[in-house]
């Protein structure tokens, strides 16, 4: 089974901190993919990745960077992190060829005060 | 991608199929429809796809009209751990952007 793991399931932040959301895929996914969901708003894409050292910008991507140095990880940043930021995260992977569904961790639920 | 409408709630007694409707009538030829649920407090799972052909897994059968205009999830038989959102998503093949609106939060009641 593919397994995609975030190394927090909840996290709680200050305002103007530096965080780091970390996902990690164990079937060499080449694409990777962050999301936020909000209440009333869905999942929304922040970044995503086709492959090593390559990203593009979702829909939402101000406030945000991301970093993929090896294939079965992919790591979202918040460089100073603001409240409006709060929110549920969600990374997800699939493979690149095809009709082929994403594969989703469980989500890391931060909280910025 | 095309956009969906879905209602927003629906029950179904434990046991009998659970149909959730999704209507995408500005879907393109070269879209598929994708169903995804998400179970509280975890990630979105995926269910289903298709094309226009109905398709049917271990998990639920998809119905796609013949215009493509609209289509129905079933789950055959309804379990209290079927309870879910459960997002009805149009894209192309190629497309890695899967847009998730509100969804349709499904309730089985024992």
């Known amino acids: 089974d593919v397994k995609v793991t975030q190394s927090s399931r909840y996290l709680v932040k200050r305002t103007g901190e530096k965080v780091f959301l970390e996902c990690v895929q164990d079937?060499?996914?080449?694409?990777m993919f962050w999301y936020r969901q909000d209440p009333g708003l869905g999942l929304r894409l922040i970044y995503f990745?086709?492959?090593?050292?390559?990203?593009e910008k979702g829909d939402i991507p101000e406030g945000y960077s991301v970093s993929r140095e090896k294939k079965e990880r992919f790591s979202l940043i918040l460089e100073s992190a603001s409240t409006n930021q709060t929110s549920m995260y969600l990374c997800?992977?699939?493979?690149?060829?095809?009709?082929?569904?994403?594969?989703f961790g469980p989500g890391t639920r931060l909280t910025v005060t | 991608d095309a956009k969906t409408t879905q209602p927003p709630s629906m029950d179904c007694a434990e046991g009998r199929a659970a149909n959730l409707p999704c209507n995408h009538s500005t879907i393109s030829g070269n879209e598929y429809v994708y169903w995804y649920r998400q179970i509280h407090s975890q990630g979105p799972q995926y269910i289903i796809h298709g094309l226009k052909n109905n398709e049917t897994n271990e998990m639920a059968s998809l119905i796609i009209t013949e215009d493509r205009k609209s289509s129905t999830l079933i789950l055959p038989h309804a379990t209290l751990r079927d309870t879910a959102v459960y997002y009805c998503i149009v894209s192309r093949a190629s497309g890695s952007r899967l847009t998730f609106g509100e969804g349709t939060q499904l309730t089985v009641n024992p």
């Open positions: 990745s086709y492959d090593v050292k390559m990203k």
């Open positions: 997800a992977s699939r493979t690149g060829q095809g009709v082929i569904e994403q594969y």
């Open positions: 079937m060499d996914h080449e694409n």
